[in-house]
């Protein structure tokens, strides 16, 4: 299967993860068995496409199916993965739940999953053989793009894993069987799903009217109509604690926020672990000198405020509306936010293609990709298993006294998991982004109560 390399795959740092994505696994398991047992239809949003599977899909299986929408990859290209997992679904829960694994079991559940099928919908605006050329792996061709459907904007593909036989022959004859009939039956179904133009993550909130009442850091009653009111933009910002590249960007978003006083402009955070986590939400203002209003969280939030993951930031004008898709992640430049800004007191529309996923890692000069684990005190964290991955493969390191993992690869865009914490402290399923070129992540781990 041929993978985007501008931006690294989402599922197959997932898959190739033991524990970090087990709440995720659990969560899109029972919301897909839930929507599928309706009558077997998936709608994909974030790639355009309303699939019909087969009935034994949904309750049916040996193995464990999952879709794993990833949305918008580069600004023509928006893509949905498929994968097989070839182990009983109790047996694969256990695995991903146990504190410790050994490593013939970390292989076992390596080998059982597979991305079998990647489904893209690429603006009909681009040329498809510029595109491959330029952000596709090297062998790629033509010929791999299966054209399945067509609409006013958007032409979709399926491509299919080469290492099919591979997968096929390390697996049990069980699930190998399993396997190569849901596999030719998803495939059938592709091929008779109705298409829809992508829509980004977000996408469905704007225009829509939101309202709040929550605290602020001093406990102070706050509405948020008060706030828009007082704004043609507010930037809501939302955080949490642990998150490194959240903090990391605090500096950049207090002088944007000065940058814009008087203009009708104004940055607001909310932290959304600030309840469980208040004396870090009180440290990290102080240290960051944040002097623009930060709130807590509230009842209902996350439906409010969507977040794939942190930051998330969203843009509301002064009657409540929500004006662009969100900002996933954190800029490196605040000209990231003030463009987007800009645009929305000129009048200008923003566009989903306006806004895409910015990377939550800083470049280096090191010559290698980086990744500090440290503590709420900002503390080194020693012994910290780490998994840094390609879309094809990953590598393992473990942090040093100084809390540095050290990961000597060729340039890419790469995810990151803590696989395993040290006794003592908390683990994470956060997943985090490395630029395309050298750099250094950040990962905060709290200690354990």
């Known amino acids: 299967m041929m993978k985007v390399k501008k931006i690294t795959s989402v599922l197959m740092a997932c898959m190739l993860a033991l524990s970090p994505c087990t709440a995720a696994f659990a969560e899109e398991n029972e919301a897909a068995e839930a929507a599928e047992s309706a009558g077997v ?156 133009d992508p829509m980004a993550f977000g996408s469905g909130m704007v225009g829509t009217t939101v309202s709040f009442e929550t605290t602020d850091a001093d406990g102070n009653t706050v509405k948020s109509e008060d706030i828009f009111a007082e704004n043609e933009v507010t930037m809501l910002n939302l955080w949490e604690t642990t998150c490194c590249a959240c903090v990391g960007e605090m500096p950049l978003l207090v002088e944007m926020n000065h940058s814009y006083a008087g203009k009708g402009v104004a940055v607001v955070g909310i932290c959304a672990d600030a309840d469980s986590n208040n004396e870090d939400f009180q440290q990290i203002l102080e240290e960051n000198g944040m002097d623009y209003l930060n709130l807590l969280p509230f009842e209902g939030m996350s439906d409010m405020f969507p977040v794939n993951g942190w930051p998330t930031s969203y843009f509301i004008g002064k009657d409540g509306t929500v004006l662009t898709v969100p900002v996933e992640g954190a800029p490196s430049d605040a000209s990231y936010y003030t463009n987007i800004i800009d645009k929305l007191l000129a009048g200008d529309a923003v566009t989903a293609a306006d806004i895409e996923p910015e990377s939550n890692s800083h470049p280096n000069d090191a010559g290698v990709y980086r990744v500090h684990v440290t503590n709420g005190d900002g503390d080194p964290v020693e012994g910290v298993y780490v998994q840094f991955c390609s879309d094809t493969s990953c590598m393992m390191g473990q942090t040093d006294a100084d809390g540095y993992a050290s990961f000597e690869t060729e340039e890419g865009v790469y995810t990151v998991h803590i696989l395993k914490a040290p006794e003592g402290y908390e683990g994470t399923s956060e997943e985090f982004k490395t630029e395309d070129t050298f750099s250094d992540i950040c990962v905060v781990l709290q200690k354990a109560a």
């Open 41 to 196: 239809e998936e709608k994909i949003e974030v790639v355009g496409l309303t699939l019909t599977k087969p009935e034994y899909f949904v309750s049916g299986l040996k193995g464990i199916l999952k879709t794993y929408p990833m949305g918008q990859k580069t600004e023509d290209i928006y893509a949905c993965d498929f994968y097989y997992i070839a182990m009983d679904k109790d047996e694969f829960n256990a695995k991903q739940e146990a504190s410790e694994l050994s490593e013939e079991d970390q292989e076992a559940v390596r080998n059982a999953i597979f991305p079998f099928i990647e489904v893209l919908a690429i603006d009909n605006k681009a040329d498809l053989a510029e595109l491959i050329e330029n952000d596709f792996s090297e062998d790629a061709t033509e010929d791999m793009f299966n054209e399945i459907g067509k609409t006013d904007n958007y032409t979709f593909y399926y491509l299919e894993a080469a290492t099919k036989d591979e997968f096929v022959s390390r697996i049990e004859p069980e699930f190998a069987e399993e396997f190569n009939k849901v596999y030719d039956d998803l495939i059938d179904a592709l091929k008779n799903a109705s298409f829809f």
